[in-house]
């Protein structure tokens, strides 16, 4: 199989190529055309597998082919560390190159100033820890109201690092009408009851 056949737009396919994408991941081959098709997405997928790709490039695609319909956050990423945050975002920015996308990252520890005016100028996708998400929600700086992806990711981390909490939270202030991705490496108890609150149910 090739990234062709998933009919990218032209904008993504020649970053894909850029990046040196050959052939997809076994996560990608079958993440995308489920995401692609409108789905929520259960992914069972541990790191260096492929799955920042397998949910980035759908959501680029979504966001290029209907831009310019209105301001506002379209994809929210929620990853369990800072680190992860600015990979996911590294890969948002290098796919979405050529499509002109605003990505920011938000995450404890660092300016929540600059993050606000970032926050101000409007972006496309927020990818970042649950702390400072929430934080900026309740503050009113992040609205969440043409929401169309929320994306959890490495979940069973989040589960481990105390953050199952704040997830919940931030679920609360979503759409109920949203695609919603779910990515753990492992799945105890704690995380099927979190994927069945927040995964359409049927």
Known sequence: MKFKEFNFKAEIMA??????YKEPTPIQA???????????I?????????????????????????KGKGRGVRALI?????????QINNTVLQLGKQIGIKSLTVYGGTSAKKQ?????TGVDIVVGCPGRILDHINQGNLG????????????????DMGFLKDIEKIVKH??????TLFFSATMPKEIKT????????G
């Open 15 to 20: 970053q894909i190529d850029a990046v040196g």
């Open 30 to 40: 079958q993440a995308i055309p489920v995401i692609m098709e409108g789905n929520d």
């Open 42 to 66: 259960l992914g069972l997928a541990k790191t260096g597998t492929g799955k920042t790709a397998a949910f980035v490039l759908p959501i680029l695609e979504k966001i290029a082919t209907t």
């Open 78 to 86: 929620i990853a369990p560390t800072r680190e992860l945050a600015e």
């Open 116 to 120: 606000i005016e970032g926050l101000k």
């Open 144 to 159: 969440l109201t043409r929401l169309e992806f929320l994306v959890l990711d490495e979940a069973d981390h989040m589960l």
């Open 174 to 179: 979503t759409p109920k009408k949203k695609q």
């Open 194 to 201: 979190l994927a069945f609150k927040v995964l359409e149910k």
